[in-house]
């Protein structure tokens, strides 16, 4: 069956699935694209407070830039650096609204899932000819099923957060103390300030999302003095989890984590090393967390910052090829895999890395990293063009990736065309 007649989906409309949709109009296809909130950069907007550590030249698409141009748009000093929220009003919002994207665009429109038209994933025959099928759930509770010619899995990671435990289960007592445990990048100092102030909060993970928690907590602490701050890691020292500071090749990453650094030893934070969290309960004093045997101080609160993981349930149906560890396209995964290297940089790639046996399903943006946590929004970018290009039979344009790092001074890389395992890099967290 030749289903070249049906669109193609895009499934989210992220930075990286609008992306994909500019790619495609460029190329001439036909993109539909399905968000499940009510404006584009939905997840981003639930972390809308924190300043990114990219400045506004990396965050932008060629192909989005080129749309927005077009009607007039006034590009962000590339030098500067957005908050989660500038970067959906002043980038995302605008670009959704192009007379391009606009009509292309279904909003509060959930894919729940997606398969092959009449063949389940046990079916051989005829399986490479058949279009995807998608599910799509409307906030009213409606379902309806589209048929795809191609679809593009770009609805990120934001809403499967891990756990606390290191098993990557939820540990024993987590998912009874739900009300008091928070996942993510809680707006611990704006929104949900009255959650927070005068308690006692702990803050579990070593990442950036931490970082940006704990800075927010101490200044919270500055007007509501008994609020106290405990810090679980994982490592065993402050200088494994702080790596880069001032020498980070991206500048407000570097500034963070050594803010952080300055907040622990002048003892703002209690910082509790080598902790592998085992189980916590509720007792008169507060909740209870204990690791290898030992009980850490009581807290009236916990906020989970372990990363997250993607969603796999809605494309189970579908014939995929992941690694095992990280949960990224196999051939993705030796290029991201944080037990493999120490991530300092990450080789651009495109569609021959993120191909699955059934051809023309793509992951791309956050999901594509599955668990590894260092995604940047160019590599993302890069990822589109490469796998819109192949959308489109230009299998030379689609592997010849290329990763054009503008000339900030954050990343020092050049980029130039490659095939070999001299390919330029990109900075990762
Ligand atoms: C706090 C934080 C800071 C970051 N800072 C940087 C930075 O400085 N520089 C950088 O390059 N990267 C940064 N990143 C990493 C990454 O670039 C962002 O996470 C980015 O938002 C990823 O874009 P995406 O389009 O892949 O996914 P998302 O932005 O997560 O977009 C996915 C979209 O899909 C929608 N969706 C989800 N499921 C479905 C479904 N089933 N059906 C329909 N729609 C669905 C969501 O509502 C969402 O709108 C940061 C990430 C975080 C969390």
């Known amino acids: 069956m030749n289903t070249s007649h049906y669109p193609i989906a895009v499934i989210g409309a992220g930075p ?3 992306a994909a949709a500019a790619h495609l109009l460029a190329r001439g296809l036909t993109p539909i694209v399905f968000e499940a909130g009510s404006s584009a950069g939905a997840s ?3 972390w809308g407070h924190v300043r990114i550590f990219s400045p506004w030249l990396y965050n932008i698409d060629a192909e989005a830039r080129r749309l927005l141009q077009a009607e007039g748009w ?8 957005p908050t989660g929220r500038q970067l959906v009003e002043q980038y995302l919002k605008p670009l959704a609204s192009t007379s391009a994207l606009k009509p292309v665009i279904r909003y509060e429109s959930k894919v729940t899932a997606v398969t092959k038209f009449r063949k389940d994933l046990m079916k051989n025959e005829g399986r490479g000819d058949a279009p995807f099928l998608l599910r799509i759930q409307t906030q009213d509770g409606h379902e309806y099923d589209l048929l795809a010619h191609a679809v593009i899995d770009a609805s990120g990671t934001f809403e499967k957060p891990n756990p606390m435990g290191s098993h990557g289960i939820p540990v024993a007592g987590e998912q009874k103390e739900a009300e008091s445990i928070a996942y993510g990048i809680p707006d611990v100092f704006g929104a949900e300030a009255d959650v927070y102030a005068n308690k006692r909060v702990l803050v579990v993970g070593s990442g950036h999302s931490a970082f940006n928690v704990l800075q927010d907590l101490v200044r919270l602490k ?12 994982r490592k065993t020292s402050l200088d494994l989890v702080f790596g880069g500071g001032e020498n980070d090749k991206l500048r407000e990453r570097g500034r963070l984590g050594s803010t952080v650094r300055h907040l622990v030893e002048q003892g703002d934070i209690t910082l509790f090393p080598g902790i592998s969290i085992d189980r916590l309960e509720r007792n008169q004093s507060g909740i209870v967390v204990e690791s290898n045997g030992d009980q850490l101080p009581s807290v009236d609160r916990i906020i989970v910052t372990t990363g997250f993981r993607p969603d796999l349930q809605i494309i189970s149906e579908l014939r995929l090829a992941l690694d095992p560890g990280t949960q990224s396209p196999t051939a993705l995964a030796p290029l991201i895999d ?4 120490s991530c300092g940089t990450v080789r651009p790639h495109g569609a021959e890395e993120l191909k699955h046996p059934d051809e023309n399903f793509y992951i791309v943006g956050m999901k594509s990293y599955g668990r590894a946590p260092t995604f940047l929004l160019l590599t993302g970018y890069e990822q589109v063009r490469s796998v819109t290009s192949a959308l489109a039979g230009d299998w030379d344009a689609a592997r010849r990736v290329e990763l054009v790092l503008p000339e900030t001074g954050a990343c020092s890389t050049k980029a130039r065309p490659q095939t070999s395992s001299a390919q330029p890099k990109v900075c990762c967290g």
């Open 74 to 81: 006034q590009e962000p000093d590339g030098a500067s650096y």
């Open 222 to 233: 500055e007007k509501a003095p008994a609020t106290t701050i405990h810090w679980a890691i």
């Open 338 to 341: 944080p037990n493999l290297h």
């Open 44 to 46: 981003i907007l639930k």
């Open 16 to 18: 990286v699935g609008l």
